[in-house]
C-alpha cells in the first residue's frame, strides 16, 4: 500500500472526483504508480497517476489537467497525470512496453468502474 500523507490523500480525493466528473462514463481506472506506489519517493518526487479510459477522444484532457492547477489542490504536491485508452494500454502491456509492465507490477489501483 502506498504511503500517502494526509495532504496527498486529500488531494487524490479531490482529483478522483474531478476525473470521474469530466470522464463520466468513459473512465475505466486510475491507478498510482512510480515512485509513491513502489515506496521509494524522495521530497523531489511527484505523484504520479495514470488515468485510463475507454475512448480519448470523449475525454476533455484540458478540464483534466486544468483541475490540477486549481486553488483547491495544494501547490505544494506535484501530480503527473499519464491518460490511456484502456485497449491501448493492455495492448502496450501485451507487447511487454516497460512502463506498462510496470505500472502493471507495482501500481495501486485508486479508483475503478
Known sequence: MAKLTREEKKAIDKILQHIS???HD???????YGSKARGD????SDID???LVRNRQNVSRDKIYDFLLDDEIDYSLNF???IY??????RL???NVP???NVMKEGEVLWTN
Not at 26 to 32: A, D, K
Not at 41 to 44: I, M, P, R, S, Y
Open 99 to 101: 512502463f506498462a509492465l
Open 85 to 90: 485508452e484502456a485497449a491501448e494500454f493492455q
Open 49 to 51: 497517476l495514470l488515468v
Open 21 to 23: 466528473n469530466v470522464c
Open 80 to 82: 503527473s497525470l499519464s
Open 41 to 44: 519517493f524522495t521530497t523531489e
Open 26 to 32: 468513459q473512465l475505466v481506472s486510475v491507478i498510482l
Open 93 to 95: 502491456a501485451s507487447i
